[in-house]
């Protein structure tokens, strides 16, 4: 066994780890960082990257069917081939983790291939090497979450889907957050028939409400089967290639797919914590302060190992400002919580940025609330019954914008811009003052005059 000393070393190459090691070797550190599979962890491998690239294969299918209403000529029947998807997106990955590579490689990083497992507060042991550093960055993410019911076992999870041997052709999804709505409109765009089921009154907990029903209603009539205050029982293999789910409303469900998506756990387990002096709190993720330190005072942790902000946004920028502290002599540095954008790449999908109307009410705002319901311009011609919903919230007293929400054409990117606004304390009467794009739906935000009652 090799004994090789760093300065910094980092347990995990993903989106974080990647960041602040990078960082921290720019600075003259002697960095290593370990990884026991792909580069560019969850987010290159089997999040951000190949969920954006599968609901762009999803969303064809409805564009083919818009172009004719464009004057386009397009063939009745459109063929969709699953094989050619899963071979284009794993020629995609493979480039990114090269890329991740040669950054690691630029920067002077050391990349050991392995699973980390602490031996003590300063040794680690990877893939048979040994090696120690003066501070340790755990940054090794989370994995999803299988139920624990009879059969549960048996259920696939979002990082299978990108690897199926064939198209799936009636999937159960159990689950009500992002990942399970987006997998619905993935899978239900190439073809297959969905069910989602949610224990639920109401998906997408945590986001806007009116948000919520809106995309329930838009999904409900593009012919996804959502069933809320409804649960997993128990599954139970038919065949080699068929399930029954059976569900808490006694019906059952046979499919070729029961697709868990339920949320995520920390990938604690194979470090080895108990080496160390490293606590645990309640869920397993590893226990921080506000500076990313863990109870070993030289061992620190971020990303979704760590916290609740399970994006990788989130993660990278707290991978830089660690290293910024650490080695760059910028101690007083920190991560702005406030008002994390984030969308769900449904369809239509959702853009949100700020507090919705619960939060806002919830945290003592007076509020007003302005919505905009619309057919976007693109189907007046498609003939397609789908409608945008805008949503904003202002504060009565200061006449600061709280929240924006939209659910509708191109909303990922129109709210991307908008957040810049709601981060340095823009008003209604900065909107109100602001020039409208025509036509756009984005102009609308600008366009919002009268109260909702």
């Known amino acids: ?271 080895a914590l108990e080496n160390t002096g490293v606590d645990l709190c309640v869920g397993g993720r590893i226990a921080i302060d506000e500076n990313y330190q863990t109870s070993a005072p030289h061992i620190y942790a971020l990303g979704d190992v760590a916290n609740n902000h399970n994006l990788t946004p989130v993660a990278v920028q707290e991978g830089h400002v660690l290293a910024d502290r650490l080695f760059g002599g910028m101690g007083a540095r920190s991560v702005n919580y406030d008002n994390i954008a984030t969308a769900v790449f449904s369809s239509p999908p959702i853009g949100t940025v700020g507090l919705s109307e619960e939060d806002a009410l919830d945290h003592g705002h007076k509020i007003d609330v302005y919505v905009s319901s619309f057919k976007p311009m693109k189907h007046q011609l498609t003939g397609r019954d789908e409608r945008s919903f805008l949503k904003m919230i202002v504060d009565q007293d200061s006449d600061r914008v709280l929240g924006l929400h939209m659910m509708g054409l191109d909303a990922p990117e129109i709210i991307q811009g908008f957040a810049m606004a709601i981060n340095m304390g823009a008003t209604k009467t900065d909107f109100d003052r602001t020039m409208a794009i025509h036509p756009t739906s984005a102009e609308e935000f600008v366009l919002m005059r009268t109260k909702r009652d």
């Open 1 to 271: 066994m090799t004994n090789k000393h760093y300065d910094y070393f980092v347990i995990g190459a993903g989106s974080g780890g990647v960041r602040s090691a990078r960082i921290a070797a720019g600075y003259a550190a002697k960095v290593g960082i370990a990884e026991k599979s792909a580069l560019g962890g969850t987010c290159v491998n089997l999040g951000c990257i190949p969920k954006k690239l599968f609901a762009y294969a999803s969303d064809y299918a409805g564009h083919f069917e818009d172009a004719r209403g464009f004057g386009w000529d397009t063939p009745e029947q459109i063929r969709f081939n699953w094989q050619t998807l899963i071979n284009n997106k794993n020629n995609e990955i493979s480039r990114l983790n090269g890329i991740y590579k040669k950054l690691l490689e630029n920067a002077g990083a050391d990349i050991l291939k392995g699973e980390a497992r602490f031996i003590d507060d300063h040794k680690l042991d990877v893939g048979g090497h040994q090696v120690s550093a003066d501070k340790i960055l755990i940054a090794v993410g989370g994995r999803p979450r299988l139920p624990e019911i009879e059969g549960g076992e048996l259920m696939a999870t979002s990082d299978d889907v990108f690897f199926w041997p064939k198209k799936p052709e009636k999937v159960v999804i159990q689950g009500g957050g992002y990942i399970a709505v987006e997998f619905a409109h993935i899978l239900h765009g190439i073809g297959a028939h969905v069910t989602l089921l949610y224990r639920g009154d109401l998906f997408l907990r945590g986001f806007d409400r009116d948000i919520a029903r809106s995309l329930a209603d838009e999904m409900t009539e593009q012919g996804v089967d959502l069933r809320f205050n409804c649960d997993i029982e128990r599954v139970e293999r038919k065949d080699e290639d068929r399930f029954i789910v059976h569900t808490t409303t006694n019906e059952a469900l046979e499919c070729d797919m029961p697709l868990a998506a339920i949320g995520r756990v920390p990938n604690v387990e194979p470090l």
